[in-house]
């Protein structure tokens, strides 16, 4: 089991940055790929942006490439996810997951989300 705990979310004007952070422990936290989804009101979740194990795979939402940046720190066992210009579109709940590869369909592990709200 992979536990994951999010942190980093609030509210920020457009145009505005937030960096979120999400820290992963248990038993099989290592050599996983993490990853970022969100799911706003009333509509369905979408996949954000994925990183591999060692780095070397990244991908990303098309809404948010350019824009968003995903990093992890394996020693510390974090993913983080900096969010620059922010847009209203962007508000959401974000979820850190964990899983054995980078997808951007679903996951195995997740957390409780975080609220991301962007005023306009």
């Known amino acids: 089991q992979v536990q994951l705990v999010e942190s980093g979310g609030g509210l920020v004007q457009a145009g505005g940055s937030l960096r979120l952070s999400c820290v992963a422990s248990?038993?099989?936290?290592?050599?996983?790929?993490m990853g970022w989804f969100r799911q706003a009101p009333g509509k369905e979740r979408e996949f954000v942006a994925g990183i591999s194990w060692r780095g070397s795979t990244i991908v990303y939402a098309d809404s948010v490439k350019g824009r968003f940046t995903i990093s992890r720190d394996n020693a510390k066992n974090t993913v983080y996810l900096q969010m620059n210009s922010l847009k209203p579109e962007d508000t959401a709940v974000y979820y850190c997951?964990?899983?054995?590869?980078?997808?951007?369909?679903?996951?195995?592990?997740w957390g409780q989300g975080t609220q991301v709200t962007v005023s306009s």
């Open positions: 997951v964990a899983d054995r590869g980078v997808s951007t369909a679903t996951a195995k592990y």
């Open positions: 248990g038993r099989t936290v290592s050599s996983n790929a």
